[in-house]
């Protein structure tokens, strides 16, 4: 069983999951108590991002002789091979395990093909790891390429797009794709300012995507299926998909994307199995990584890393404990050290600056700068709520900055109020996790507005009660965080342990920064949370092998 679950106490809706199912499990009254502890443990694993839990025999003798469970998704449990799932979880496990597989084993070529390799782009020719993510690309219908920050993924994207459309013409489609709006949109600037730095034709960097795009957006605009399989409209029109950020992609969202799939198109998925998985169910990237070697190119060379962040990053990830805190503490020199006691005062004050810059400038032309400025520093912690949680960090700032206690709704507007959007808004083009800020209407001043910067740089506003729900932005938790770059961040940890804090946690906010990485932790919680590795129950890996 997963020790996470013995924790704490089952949810309230675990609880009423397993009486409902007890009523109809057809077992004595002696039995029925043990029944409904299991579907208490299986309904709180899958709140905690697991697919299933393991039984023993004895336990699976009890569920087999149950009239609710089954060994297809027929029933409302399953029992397959020591593990018990939801049937519309073990559904999605099971189709896209046999998707992935017909995926994976499509248009393999032979040995003498495996020596198409673009030659637009120079990085691509220096690098064996690159070059051979490229040869996967192009000659397999299922790709993914696994690398941290600055591996040149996008690097890599532009260059195969690049051969595709060189070798299959102009009626190629692409789609670009990402799990949230604000990945979309770093997904969507990143290739643009990839195209601008290479040399590309004009003609053929004309004929890239011009956006990219959610993926519940992409499967809205074409094929849908529920969890019992039946279609509602017609496959994706795409002929390549690429989907960046792909640890973030839990099993149901994988499964709808693989199963929308129109005949003979391509998946490429890019990102890091070492980040923090997705919220929901399921960790897809890291079992198919495991389990699809052959279709999977490991990126581990930094283009863009500070070597002492690098180096912290690779501790952290490896479960160094000791290492990484000798070096976060001591030898990491100015580019990775612990904060200082009186590191919110720090963080104030630099905010205090950046409060001032927003009100002296008015004039839209200059908005740039101001947001160029914000993203340079952000505080990311581990928790939401809590002494050192994002919530209280952020009142308190707030507090401080406009000496006003801000309202409870955040409504309080000021030039320079950062937000951060927590609903995705398709009519208005607001997506969660995209950050605006409070500036002048036009140059002349006048009334305030949220501005949010567009991938292509340019800018949009809003009213202030336009926008979809949204949180103060001094402040993000990591999850939140996933996706961005700052030059600086600041990382909080909670005084004392808990069992959100994990490697790739810790992981995920140090490989946000680009140079420089301060950490508000005391050694107990820091080691604890670089030991502690999220493992998360499923059958998806063994399935796919």
Known sequence: MVDRIKESAPPPISRFMAAALGKHAGLDNEETPLFQQLVEELTAALLQGHICIAVNE???????????VADSRRAP???????LYFGRYFGYEAELAESLKTLATAARPSAEALTSVTGRISKVKA????????TIALNNRFCIISGGPGTGKTTLIVAIIADLLVRHGPD?????????????????????????ETQLEPSLAARFPAQSMTLHRLLELGWRADWRGSRSSEPLDYDVVVVDEASMVDLAMMWRLVRALKKDARLILLGDRNQLASVESG?????????????????????????????????????????????????????VSIA??????????????????????????????????????????ALRQGPQGSEEINRRIERTLIGVQPPVDGAHWYPGKPVLI?????????????????????????????????????????????????????ALTIH????????????????????VLCRELLYTAVTRARQKVLLVAGEDVFKAAVKRKTVRSSGLAERLA
Request: net charge negative; with cysteine.
């Open 58 to 68: 004895e336990q699976h003798h009890l569920l087999s002789r149950s009239r609710v």
């Open 77 to 83: 449990l399953v029992l397959s091979g020591g593990r």
């Open 127 to 134: 690098d064996v790891q690159q070059r051979r993510a490229v």
């Open 172 to 196: 190629l489609r692409i789609a670009l794709a990402a799990p949230t709006g604000k990945a979309a949109l770093r997904m969507q600037e990143s290739i643009r300012m990839q195209l601008g």
């Open 283 to 335: 960790a897809v990237l890291a079992d198919c990584i495991d389990s699809l070697p052959d279709n999977v190119a490991e990126l581990t060379k930094s283009y863009r890393f500070n070597e002492a962040i690098a180096h912290l990053a690779d501790t952290v990830k490896s479960g160094a404990a000791d290492e990484a805190w000798s070096f976060s503490s001591g030898s990491g020199g100015p580019a």
């Open 340 to 381: 200082s006691p009186d590191w919110l005062d720090s963080c104030i004050a630099g905010y205090r600056e950046f409060v001032e810059l927003a009100a002296k400038t008015t004039d839209p032309i200059h908005f740039g700068a101001v947001f160029e400025r914000f993203n340079q520093f952000r505080i990311l912690c």
């Open 422 to 474: 927590s609903r995705n808004d398709y009519t208005l083009g607001l997506y969660n996790g995209d950050i605006g800020i409070c500036l002048p209407e036009s140059s002349g001043g006048g009334a305030l507005r949220l501005w949010f910067e567009a991938a292509d740089g340019t800018l949009k506003k809003y009213l202030p009660a336009q926008v979809p729900l949204y949180d103060p932005a001094w």
């Open 480 to 499: 939140k965080s996933q996706g961005s770059e700052f030059q600086q961040v600041l990382v909080v940890l909670p005084e004392r342990d808990n069992r």
